[in-house]
């Protein structure tokens, strides 16, 4: 068995092949394994998430029918286990994220599971770039260090070479030509879970810079709102709440503008707004009264006078409506390579219910190559663990 791309989905899927009695062989074009996904766990190692099965589906949007299948075969509990398996315990946080314990980093859960790999007898071959297919089962790979190129004839073949974010972690898209070759589709990426531009003026950037504002709602145009923390940044905003907005800012801008709409005080009843801004003296600032009213500190006064310069004449109603709707115009989203993840890939149309190419049987693809998103929050890293799973389940059926 041959798996090229040693991420998540394609070491998951390596492991439930050896599990299966087979010879596996894992190739990856980078010096190590498991690049972005160390990557991803700098800011804060998020494995999955404890969210009740039916919503959880939900996040994967379009795709939400085919992932209820595949987290029914590798759920978040069973995630969990494989990582207790390895010596790894998880617990589950307050916002439902399940992470590792204080003591474990996302090193120690890779060592574990290399260890376990060789323990499997699954071979890793580091500096193998994928160059592409030869004859009906071949694959061309080649040797980065001595650049000589070999070919494979396996059994069956695992992709899991992931999307096209963060290309120094080797998740560069450069597999796309050679699917194509072939004649598979594959629809073009698109960032997922970035941060969106805003064209703040010259004096916002010199003011604000990189301001948290806590507590916060966001909605597009006039889709539902979202909670959560976002960020003020030179180029716009970005956090949570920003990157699970990402598919429908996508859609808008599309078409024309998009919007974001950011709600100040997204607990406080209309009515009590607007009562404690009618309680404000003529001889009182604006900053001064919304910190001291509404507890409304720095940057809320400076984004509400770019959004509305001339804010501070507002009557209470006018200002109230502003509070909870600020307008942000979105120009654009930020560079495909400094997103999180991809929207994009290979459609589920041309794999068949084993995530089996229908163009190359005998080859099935696992992770951010197929075309599904999802937000952060753990529900990235379970797809790919859970599309790993389940192509190596494909493969084990088949071969028996």
């Known amino acids: 068995m041959a798996v090229i791309g040693g991420g998540p989905a394609g070491l998951l899927a390596a492991q439930r092949l050896a599990e299966g009695g087979l010879k596996v062989r894992v190739y990856e074009a980078q010096a190590t394994v498991g690049r972005k996904f160390l990557v991803a766990g700098h800011g804060g190692f998020n494995l ?3 969210e009740d099965a039916e919503p959880f589906a939900g996040r994967y949007g379009a ?3 085919r992932f209820r ?9 069973d995630l969990r286990a494989w990582a207790a398996d390895l010596g790894i ?4 946080g307050t916002s439902g994220r399940i ?3 204080a003591a474990h980093k996302p090193a120690d859960l890779l060592r574990a599971w290399l260890g ?11 500096r193998r770039r994928w160059m592409g297919f030869d004859g009906a089962n071949g694959l061309r790979l080649r040797d980065e260090t001595s650049g000589q190129e070999t070919t494979l004839e396996p059994a069956a073949t695992v992709l899991a070479l992931g999307g096209a974010s963060w290309a120094k972690t080797g998740s560069d898209g450069a597999w796309v030509p050679l699917l194509r070759e072939i004649d598979v589709p594959v629809a073009p990426f698109a960032p997922a879970n970035c941060g969106a531009e805003v064209a703040w003026s010259e004096f916002f950037k010199q003011k604000v810079g990189r301001a948290p504002l806590k507590n916060i709602s966001l909605r597009v145009n006039d889709g539902p709102p979202l909670r959560g923390e976002a960020m003020l940044t030179e180029y716009g905003i970005e956090g949570t709440p920003v990157y699970a907005l990402t598919p429908q800012l996508r859609t808008a801008l599309a078409t024309g503008p998009a919007t974001l709409f950011l709600n100040t005080k997204p607990d406080l009843p209309p009515e009590t707004l607007l009562a404690r801004l009618r309680q404000r003296r003529n001889s009182a600032s604006l900053p001064d009264f919304l910190r001291k009213a509404l507890g409304l500190g720095a940057p809320v006064p400076t984004l509400l006078r770019e959004a509305a310069p001339a804010v501070a004449t507002y009557p209470p109603e006018a200002l109230a409506e502003l509070l909870a709707a600020v307008p942000l115009p979105v120009s654009g989203l930020r560079p495909l390579d400094e997103a999180i993840s991809t929207a994009g890939g290979i459609p589920f149309s041309e794999v068949d219910e084993h995530l089996q190419l229908r163009q190359r049987p005998g080859t099935y693809v696992a992770g951010e190559m197929l075309d599904w998103e999802a937000p952060t929050g753990g529900y990235l890293l379970q797809g790919c663990f859970s599309t790993g799973a389940w192509a190596a389940r494909g493969i084990l059926v088949r071969l028996s």
């Open 69 to 77: 299948a595949l987290l029914t075969y590798f759920s978040p509990d």
């Open 99 to 101: 992470f590792p314990v």
């Open 89 to 92: 315990a998880t617990f589950v």
């Open 48 to 50: 999955s998430n404890a």
């Open 116 to 126: 376990r790999l060789r323990e499997l007898g699954v071979e890793i071959n580091t």
């Open 63 to 65: 795709e939400e029918t």
